[in-house]
Nanobody, 122 residues
């Protein structure tokens, strides 16, 4: 089994910054793409940013230029640096990882964290 645990959420004022972290643990052979999603009340979950094991990162239009995704493969962690936060960034942020276990090393399955709340006041 694989677990993802996010941390770093909180309450900040508009214009401030936060850094989210997510650690994957458990039966992990390899992790391909890692990503951050968010879901605001009454809205569908949306993609914030993705980072493959190697290659280029990608961002949603609403966060491009303000957020930066990165990962530490040795620690099985993914980060989201959020700058110039806006009230519309308020949401629960979830990390996701596509993980192959040692049992099935060629089969990648998606795993989600439990989410961390980010609230930005105006």
């Amino acid at each position: 089994q694989v677990q993802l645990v996010e941390s770093g959420g909180g309450l900040v004022q508009a214009g401030e910054s936060l850094r989210l972290s997510c650690k994957a643990s458990g039966n992990i052979f390899r992790i391909s793409t890692m990503a951050w999603y968010r879901q605001a009340p009454g809205k569908v979950r949306e993609l914030v940013a993705t980072v493959p094991s190697t290659g280029r990162t990608d961002y949603g239009d609403s966060v491009e230029g303000r957020f930066t995704i990165s990962r530490d493969n040795a620690k099985n962690m993914v980060y989201l640096q959020m700058n110039s936060l806006k009230p519309e960034d308020t949401a629960v942020y979830y990390c996701k990882a596509n993980v192959a276990s040692s049992t099935w090393p060629n089969n990648y399955l998606p795993y989600w964290g439990q989410g961390t709340q980010v609230t930005v006041s105006s």
